[in-house]
């Protein structure tokens, strides 16, 4: 059941945050008291008597410390709020009240998208960095404005939770941000949610920079980065639909079931007409009802999740699972390329020239063609042991290697290493593939499942560019990169290039084959991994990977927050928000080329900005 604010619920609240805890709880007619734990501010929404406006309340749910209650409870919400403030300020030495609430009129064309309440005197610079990151918001087709009014409203009459003496009393900034709310239908009411969820996001980020200003100038409270300000406590349904959305993805293993099943037989039909008919590829069986799993993904509730970061992040990753399901459902048929490009991509005109630049650069094999193999057995005994250095680092490592007939080449699933019966190793190799599988599939996979968050080891949506960019990345560092290997991942690009303008899988082997010289068993490899499934564009993204990162160690960025799971470059701002906000850990493990001496120099090289093409000359 709600409390009731009495005397007694206000004291039971001042006391556990006295204590440094946690407070969440009801209060009547659907109001929520949530405070992460003691901080310098509260933001406050409140209802309008009898109008009840949910879609405007949500925007307080985003922050670390708010209430939101019904005007009609102003009474005895006064003395919450006072109690909360009188506290806080004790311990800090300020606070900060900011009261958000939608503008009355969304018709008026002239009236600002916001409208900020502060002291009419001496503004502080809490206004301005409000006034400024809300002005800097840009959503499409939307103009934003932003206007100044005093807060002299908030302070006065039977509504004001503070007056301008016990703010002083109590050393505390009052502020208001009104709302036009564009985020819904002036007549109806009815919510735009895409525009409200985007809306939100912002005016968060803004709220939390105005936040961090006050409290760095005015209080105690010294956080590092403005996102520490933000929420640390998780609820529990957010650890319940990480756990519903890992629980979907372990129901199948996307690459092996898209992996021909019957490879060498494959290879010797192929040869065998002449290389003259495209050869016909078995798959292992489907071990589940895709129509049921999106069923299930669509039964997750994640609209119920308040935090807009983590709400991001599980929306995407349905997003991406519906897309992989739809792949998986449409095996073997056309429909499978046009899924494969919504989910990795294609190959644009720039990689599209990296990639022809390299195939020029080296017309021909660099190697003779009896280059020494490694044993199947000797290259899993050198994997095995890299993954014990993986877990002298982090014992709960729980990792190992498997030889399979059913697997061609090298294949990394759910942190274990699978080596086919027939893989072929060049041994001057064999190091750099122990790093890209072992040292960053393998270990991103267990530094992911060190987080409390499961979707860092399932893997993010586009994770694949940046995991493979990286695992190429520790080949050259640890002096495997040669110029074959890059050939190969060039010959990918153009092969998916081909693909995705029609080519079929004879044209595309026969042009490896003669215009780029490649020897008749690589470019069907090649060919089949490329044409898998019905056409799978994954192969582009090693490259692809590649480029965008040696261009991300040139602006300055580091590698080793990279390696915190399966992830993708344009969420390093998630996961340093999640770091900052301690939601996530500290890297456990950290790759051998990180502290080899002898790889240093070439990180030095990469950090001062060199392009794909200096990696040939090592």
Known sequence: MPDTISDIFIKGIVR???????????????????????????????????????????????????????????????QLVQAIAKAMADEFGAFMVLELFAAPDISAADSPTFRVLGPEQALPATIRTLKTELASIKISGLPVTVATASNQALLEGSNSLMSEEELKQHSTLMLGLELKPIYRQAN????????????????????????????????????????????????????????????????????LLVTPVNADEAWEEFRQKKFKQAPNFHYRLMPMDADLLKRKLYNIPIEKVEDPTLAFLFR?????????????????????????????????????????????AIPEPMREQDVPLIPVDEFATLAEQEIAFLKGQY???????????????????????????????????ARALIQHEVGTHILTYFNGKAQPLQQLYVGVPGYEELQEGLAVLSEYLVGGLDQDRLRILAARVVAVHHLTKGCSFTDNFCRLKEEYNFDEETAFNVTMRVHRGGGLTKDAVYLRGLVHLLQYLKEGHELEPLLIGKIRQEYIPIVQELIY??????????????????????????????????????
């Open 16 to 78: 556990t945050l006295k204590r440094g805890s946690r407070v969440r709880r009801r209060l009547p007619e659907g109001g929520l008291l949530h405070i992460d734990r003691p901080l310098p501010f509260l933001v406050l929404y409140r209802h309008p008597a009898g109008q009840p406006d949910h879609a405007t309340a949500d925007f307080v749910k985003a922050e670390a410390a708010y209430i939101i209650a019904r005007e009609e409870q102003t009474p005895e919400l006064r």
């Open 581 to 618: 906000r301690q939601v996530l850990r500290p890297v456990p493990i950290r790759p051998r080329y990180l502290t080899d001496p002898a790889a240093q120099p070439k990180l030095q090289k990469l950090k001062a900005g060199i392009s794909v093409f200096n990696l040939l000359e090592n």
């Open 188 to 255: 109806s009411g009815q919510v735009y949610p895409m525009l409200q969820r985007t809306l939100r996001g912002h005016v968060s980020s803004a709220i939390k920079k105005a936040v961090f200003d006050f409290v760095r100038v005015q209080t105690t409270h010294q956080p590092k980065h403005f996102q520490a300000l933000g929420r640390q406590a998780v609820v529990p349904a957010v650890w319940r639909i990480d756990k519903q959305l890992t629980s979907i993805s372990d129901q199948f293993r996307f690459l």
């Open 316 to 360: 995407d990753k349905r997003h991406e699972l519906d897309k992989t399901l739809t792949m998986l459902a449409d095996r073997n048929t056309p429909d499978f390329l046009y899924s494969s490009l919504q989910l990795f991509g294609g190959v644009d005109e720039q990689l599209l020239k990296v990639a022809e630049g390299i195939l020029a």
């Open 395 to 429: 014992p709960a490592l729980d990792s190992g290697v498997d030889i399979r007939k059913d697997i061609v080449g090298l294949i990394v699933s759910k942190g274990r290493l699978n080596i086919g019966t027939d893989a072929k190793i060049p041994r001057h190799r």
